[in-house]
């Protein structure tokens, strides 16, 4: 009765035959228009942002920017991306004339996103721009105005906002299923390694943990609740003044109130490890997910049960979902615009005048 | 070669023969000494501890004190008490005349522990009594001093102290498994339920979650993080002015700090469901636990996996290691005692003068 499933089995096991993943057999062949994109920051991150997006239909990268010639030859060679769509910090506003780039991707250090974004405006192009968008809300507040006035779209790289499990979970809460929000909890922190790194220079980082980390929690928050904080409250701890200098901060608690009563509490740190923890709670339901802000997979439960949404990289989704953003005018179900960067580093600005004061700082978001 | 499994299988399914508990087979028939209790307040907590107690081996529940008669005459058949250990609340000073009875244990309203504390003392009993073990520290303090001068033991009702899954993660935080103790976090809370409830008569509770629930959270965050806090600060929220009336907190948020550099993040409310965390991070490892302070079986894991101790009564564990505590000098691994206590009411203080003033409170313990 077995003798075909058996055969196969020999056949798979013996041959190493894979099969095909079923999105190339049943995706169909996409012939749309494609958002073209250079980065800027050859780091890290640029780095898993240009591997994700191989995996692209929708976005494509065709350029770089960098001030290290060795890292734009190793990227023209690496992502086949002609010379002539390469820049350096010097040569970057002859972006303007260059009619195969659409759209620069910013994952420089925070401070430098403030005037890049302004330049790339400028220039004519649309900007995608790490989180935190700038320093603080007047920086922001300028990033916005300027790409209004230029014509160009601003988005911040908010790839939580393009996560399955954490759009099933917003998704639930929309629906009702989760019954009033009473609660949310969000603990994002991590064990900083090297301490010359920019992360931990106040110049370039324009703070410490709550700049880089803790802004999980500050949007996490807003996307999980569904509404906007009215008042803040923040208590610093400092263990380590050598490693964690003036202005550069190691760990941060924060708390939330919002207007329909919920409240919620906040970690942002430095010095633990893996700390990486939503909860929501509701009145009839609620949602816990831990990994909840990492590159994945998201793990997560709710009352319903275990969150069994596909993992897909981040940056690929985000990728494909911003240029359908740009080119099409797709509305994303949480707002990935410069707005919503605003609102998240008007947050920024009130836990650091909290910490400062030891008060209760009212938002008006 | 089955049958003989598959005819004691068959037996014990046919005739409901269930094998007797290992500890009835095991255990040492105790004949040591025996602390003979009366109970004071006869609500719904007393009935569990008197349903407890019929297990325990070290303590007997003998006598009772209620100012409902009814009350009484249904305990002493229910749990065969004589008439002659059971007092009124005027009576309750002939105590003193009955070497029938060693301990009063105190199941009464919050507002009461203080002066019936005080009168237990006064008639030479040992005294449990239920946390919070008074309504402010200056009456902790009283009591503490009362009971030293009277010469008898004072014992708040922490049962937590005895659970062993709770034991077992101050065992391996005490051995370094965790690593340096870096953060704690404990949400407590649950939906309460009938609006005339003492617990929300100000005059009776003398707060409200805080007092009830959030003096779990209060609790843990010692007895996990191994150190007494040095600050804390905290934000109330109100969403229901009727069920909650001033003076009755409905939800807070606390924060503590320590000497150490270790932080904690509580909540204590009566507006959500089912809300019982422990989370407990280190350097190099973890514990988590939910439910962690209901009734249980408490559920948790560690780093190292499943938390397994065997869940026991705990109204049972407490009392047959109280007995010790007062019959044999006993010391318990988490003090129980009132200096204990008095170390939650002057933290309750604090929280409530940090809600007032919004500023983070110093603490002294």
């Known amino acids: 009765m077995n003798t ?21 057999l049943s995706a169909p062949k996409y012939d749309g228009p494609v958002l073209r994109v250079a980065l800027m920051g050859l780091g890290g991150y640029a780095t898993r942002v240009a591997d994700a997006m191989r995996d692209c239909k929708k976005a494509k990268l065709v350029g770089a920017i960098s001030g290290t010639p060795d890292k734009l ?6 992502y086949g991306i ?8 010097q ?23 403030h005037s890049q974004v302004l330049q790339a405006a400028a220039a004519g ?14 920086e922001g507040a300028e990033m916005v105005a300027a790409c209004k006035k230029a014509g160009v779209k601003l988005l911040v790289g908010y790839r939580m906002h393009f996560e399955p499990k954490t759009l099933e979970v917003i998704r639930m809460r929309n629906s009702g299923e989760f019954g009033k929000i009473l609660f949310f ?17 106040r110049e370039l980082a324009g703070g410490g943990s709550l700049m880089d980390i803790g802004i999980y929690a500050i949007n996490g928050t807003r996307y999980m609740v569904g509404e906007e904080p009215v008042w803040v409250t923040a208590q610093e701890t400092k263990t380590d003044k050598v490693k964690f200098k003036e202005g550069v901060d190691e760990t941060i608690q924060f708390q939330f109130g919002f207007p329909s009563g919920a409240v919620a509490s906040c970690l942002s740190t430095y ?31 709710t009352n319903k049960g275990e969150l069994t949404q596909p ?22 179900i949480v707002p990935v615009d410069g707005e919503e960067g605003l609102k998240d580093l008007k947050i920024i600005d009130a836990i650091y005048l909290a910490v400062k004061t030891g008060k209760k700082v009212p938002l008006n978001l």
């Open 4 to 24: 075909r499933r058996d055969f196969l089995q020999k056949v798979a096991a013996s041959a190493l035959i894979l099969p095909l993943p079923s999105w190339a």
């Open 73 to 78: 030859t190793n990227w023209q060679s690496k």
């Open 82 to 89: 002609p010379e002539k769509n390469c820049y350096n910090y």
């Open 91 to 113: 040569t970057f506003s002859n972006i303007r004339n260059n009619p195969d780039i659409d759209a620069v991707y910013i994952t420089t250090p925070n401070s430098l996103h």
């Open 125 to 138: 192009k649309h900007v995608l721009c790490e989180k935190p968008m700038a320093l603080n809300a007047k």
């Open 185 to 201: 909890q969000g603990l994002c922190g991590f064990r900083i390694g090297d301490p010359t790194q920019w992360r931990l220079n």
């Open 271 to 301: 010095s633990m490890n893996n700390l990486d923890r939503f909860f929501l709670n509701g009145e009839k339901g609620f949602a816990e997910m831990q990994p909840s802000t990492g590159y994945g997979p998201i793990k997560g439960r």
């Open 311 to 332: 993992h897909a990289t981040h940056q690929m989704v985000q990728m494909e979902e911003m240029a359908d953003i740009i080119l099409n005018g797709k509305q994303p």
